[in-house]
């Protein structure tokens, strides 16, 4: 038996106990599939007393994460304290400076400082594994960077915040109103500190990101990822949708278009017969499409204690096997700088607007879609509730820039009362 | 840029020639993700004066793989011939005895002589690498050598010859019967020049042996697996399935019990709401059950050129990048000898029957299963038709032991007509 592979971990919470606890109960276990022991020399977190339900006694403790991450007996920081700067961006370049690799959960650090980072770890030799910061246990950044590199990617997508998922099937299958679904789930403990970062599309925003890179070997660059949460949407889109065989799901999709990468996390209509339709409650999905491959779905817990150790430990035993892979699948300084393309690629949208009970309303929506060159493919007008009426329009196929133009021009119409929703119908 | 890894491919069918489009046309995409380029040193098939649809003259030609196997330009054989024995084996072992590494989609000959094979290869210091064996085009060895690594897995179950699930799919969704739906898939060349190799379970059966291996560190041992193939399904049962919420299944179930390791292979009954439940056509499906991750489900081509050949360069390219794996995820001499448990894990049945229209027949029946400790959860009986009625019987939890036991007295009691059809219905 080699020597030991020796963990320094920064960040107790629910994946570094996670993390402890598989490598005190599964010793063994990593020995044989690694070919060495994997042990833990130190740890570090905010608060030293507290039970975190895993015996810690045999580590050393450091206060400081950047003194862990510079430890001589650490081979690997393993980073699970989360936050795109502060404290975990200071610890993972000591450690990277120090001559160790890393492994970490932390998508937000990746999305933003993702590129710099590559390039300071591949200059030291080094290496940033990731797997658990995208979708939790499901291994999709090996899938990815590893077992589809024989293809060129076309597309990925994914369902990768499970509170969003969790909000859309509540209001789905118990009628609960967005408002009634987040108190829930803010409860049962799904929320982020900042919410927006759940349900305003950003901690997904940044998974994708870090997807894309790897997909179309780009330098990662979530700036350019077009936002949209999900606080607009209604118990009443869901029941539209849901009529016209259709789920509302937050989904991610990044795809190369000959504008440019086209990077969206946004409320999208898809099948309800499709794998990403039938997705319940916090479970996360990622679908990787590529040119020889087809169509691979991968489904699982997107988070959660042992999901996301897992992932985790997926990377340290890598890293004990030697298995030393470029943190965006090929070296970070051959990643091309991506022009960003704003909603290139045509589809059809659900709209849903208020309109006010007037004659030749109606014809006035329509002549600015025509106006717009966007043609109708179905249309429902209902019954008047006080002086106005809901109507719904599935369009044909339009460029987003289309659409635009005609949201902003239905308000010169006079009849449509208030902002028109509009959801894009994803092929999927 | 360093040395290219040098291919020889043998076997130029469907599998072959797309490996060769592959690198033919990506490879500035294989060289950025590899670190070198992938180049073909020299083919070898049965006939060479054959139309592929990819020009082979760049390359040398060998008409013996074993001599192609031996090239001094060849650094990696690519064995796409099949076959359990003959020519793969020859050319696998003389591969790996001139120092050369393997990759093969060939899960007859690793199903059989996997733990030679692994060892051979281990001896010279050289890796065996066979994703595209298994579910085609979906990563799923990748996933569980390494992704999961970290989890003492449960269970490993799939849907992995799309052949059965496009006959049993046909019979659903077309009420044809399994012989209309035979029929078809012969028309559609889906089926094998040796039929029981799809229709009795035993293709999908290597490819279950080799989960089983890697998932609990055991010696591949084909011949452990239960083989039940789906030649006895009728579309009544079928029928009787849906109206309870179920769809048939050939799935592969393997899981390590108190009494040893568990391998079936053989129509299960699965809810029609469950991801397995869903799968339609030729698809295929994996789920990975893992004490930390929980459950991981992937979904993919599971055969076809292109996707078969993308499984066969992920592994080249991490051959290109120097990533070595041991055959089963750990050295071959570390697996274990696992003792075979026939139906060790309890489970609900199914049970249709024909019931002769005599007065207390039911009650015979009923009695039987009460002797062999089976209790009932639901029981239906039709109309008779001439002299004999359908009865159908779901059981609780029962062992396969005293479901055989009971299947054996029921001719006893002389009202049972032929042999009645026992399927398991697996929790997924």
Redo the contacts between chains.
């Keep these: 038996m080699t020597s030991p592979l020796r963990l320094g971990i920064a960040g107790l919470g629910t994946v570094g106990s996670?993390v402890v606890r598989?490598v005190q109960t599964?010793a063994d276990?990593?020995a044989?599939?690694?070919?060495r022991p994997v042990t833990i020399s130190a740890v570090s977190a905010r608060t030293r007393d507290k039970d975190r339900g895993v015996p810690l006694d045999a580590y050393e403790w450091e206060d400081d994460a950047v003194a862990l991450a510079r430890r001589d007996d650490v081979d690997v920081l393993v980073e699970l304290m989360g936050g795109s700067d502060g404290p975990a961006k200071a610890a993972t370049e000591a450690a990277l400076a120090a001559g160790k690799d890393v492994v970490t959960a932390n998508k937000a650090l990746l999305a933003i400082h993702g590129q710099a980072l590559a390039e300071a770890a591949e200059a030291q030799g080094r290496v940033i594994r990731f797997?658990a910061a995208v979708a939790g246990?499901?291994?999709v950044i090996?899938?990815l960077t590893?077992?589809?590199?024989?293809?060129?990617m076309t597309r990925v997508m994914g369902v990768m915040n499970g509170t969003c998922n969790y909000i859309l099937t509540r209001m789905e299958n118990a009628g609960l109103t967005y408002a009634e679904a987040f108190a829930e789930a803010d409860g049962l403990g799904y929320l982020e500190a900042d919410p927006e970062l759940d349900v305003g599309g950003i901690d997904a925003g940044h998974k994708l990101a870090l997807l894309a890179a790897i997909a179309f070997?780009t330098q990662v660059d979530f700036g350019a990822v077009e936002l949209e949460g999900i606080g607009a949407i209604t118990i009443d889109d869901i029941v539209q949708a849901a009529d016209m065989g259709y789920k509302i799901k937050l989904l991610g999709v990044a795809q190369m278009t000959g504008r440019g990468l086209e990077q969206r996390m946004s409320p999208c209509l898809v099948p309800d017969t499709s794998?990403l339709g039938?997705l319940q409650g916090g479970t996360n999905m990622v679908v990787l499409e590529?040119?020889?491959?087809?169509?691979?779905?991968?489904?699982?817990?997107g988070a959660?204690s042992?999901?996301t150790?897992?992932?985790?430990?997926?990377d340290?035993?890598?890293l004990a096997?030697?298995?030393?892979?470029p943190t965006f699948?090929?070296?970070a300084t051959?990643l091309r700088k991506a022009r960003a393309a704003r909603a290139a690629v045509p589809a059809p949208y659900y709209l849903r607007m208020q309109l006010v009970d007037k004659p030749g309303a109606l014809a006035k929506v329509a002549r600015v879609l025509g106006e717009a060159g966007i043609s109708i493919d179905r249309m429902r007008q209902y019954g008047h509730q006080d002086t106005s009426a809901p109507v719904l329009i599935v369009t044909h196929k339009t460029t987003r820039g289309a659409l635009d133009e005609a949201l902003a021009a239905f308000a010169a119409t006079g009849v449509v009362e208030g902002a028109p929703v509009a959801i894009r119908i994803e092929a999927v």
Excluded at 32 to 35: D, E, H, M, T
Excluded at 290 to 301: C, E, H, S
Excluded at 321 to 325: A, F, L, N, P, S
């Design positions: 996670g598989i599964h276990l990593l044989a599939r690694a070919g797997e246990g499901i291994p090996k899938a590893e077992g589809l590199a024989g293809n060129a070997g794998p039938q590529g040119d020889a491959v087809g169509q691979i779905v991968l489904r699982g817990a959660g042992g999901p150790a897992s992932a985790v430990m997926g340290v035993i890598d096997r030697g298995v030393r892979m699948g090929q070296p051959s």
